[in-house]
């Protein structure tokens, strides 16, 4: 049986009207219901103020307990491949779920920006399943690679300093300085700088690869800070 947590977070509206909030930000749940319940548990302690969920979330029970929380949430390849599987009611808001989430200063998706505009929803995909192929739609970010840099331009271009994504399972962050320099990040706090840009894997909830442990990630606006957090779904 999963965990009870507290849902009682507000539901904010627009997040780009509220300042210095506490973001929890989460993917690949996978079905594992016990991991997702363990992360939520585990953010009433640490004074979070909202929610992302950044797809690849699973089972209804999931679902449920994704939109009990009113995390804004990103369809991953587990949605476009598996959304049938859904209730009538967890599938009608699956299909409306974007291809990415855009706030004033971070940007979010699931595995990257590749996004055509005509693409804007789940049910967009569907309606023309085969305009791109999914491996363009999906690739993965923890190794340096052309579509590594592609992002690292977008960003730079629209003058957003801060990604994060899911989909690689893994908690991996890379730094692009001010300098032109390229760097690797694997620990636990990641600072975002002025001048820089940051994109962040916040790891799995229900299947990480760098880990025996479910994932996730905090981000502090006031101070800057990601934190990279590992919960022991044993507790």
Request: hydrophobic share 40%.
């Amino acid at each position: 049986m999963s965990k009870a947590f507290d849902c009682s977070l507000p539901h904010f509206l627009s997040y780009d009207n509220l300042i210095d909030m506490r973001y929890a930000i989460f993917s690949d749940i996978h079905n594992d219901a016990i991991a997702l319940s363990t992360v939520l548990t585990h953010t009433n302690d640490q004074k979070v103020d909202a929610y992302f969920c950044l797809g690849d979330v699973g089972i209804d029970e999931c679902v449920d307990m994704v939109r009990a929380v009113n995390a804004p949430t990103i369809f991953g390849n587990w949605e476009a491949s598996n959304w049938r599987y859904l209730s009538p009611e967890n599938q009608k808001w699956v299909l409306n779920l974007p291809s990415n989430l855009k706030m004033k200063q971070f940007w979010l998706t699931h595995a990257a920006l590749t996004w055509p505009p005509k693409l804007a929803t789940l049910a967009d995909l569907n309606e023309d399943p085969y305009f791109i192929p999914r491996s363009k739609l999906f690739p993965y970010l923890h190794v340096e690679s052309d579509i590594l840099w592609e992002t690292i331009a977008t960003l730079s271009e629209a003058n957003i300093p801060l990604m994060f994504h899911g989909h690689t399972h893994r908690q991996v962050a890379w730094r692009f300085t001010g300098d032109n320099q390229l760097q690797r990040l694997v620990q636990e706090n990641v600072q975002l700088y002025d001048g820089e840009t940051l994109i962040v894997g916040v790891g799995s909830v229900g299947r990480p690869v760098d880990g025996p442990d479910p994932a996730y990630a905090i981000y502090d606006e006031a101070s800057g800070v990601i934190e990279m957090i590992r919960v022991n779904k044993a507790e």
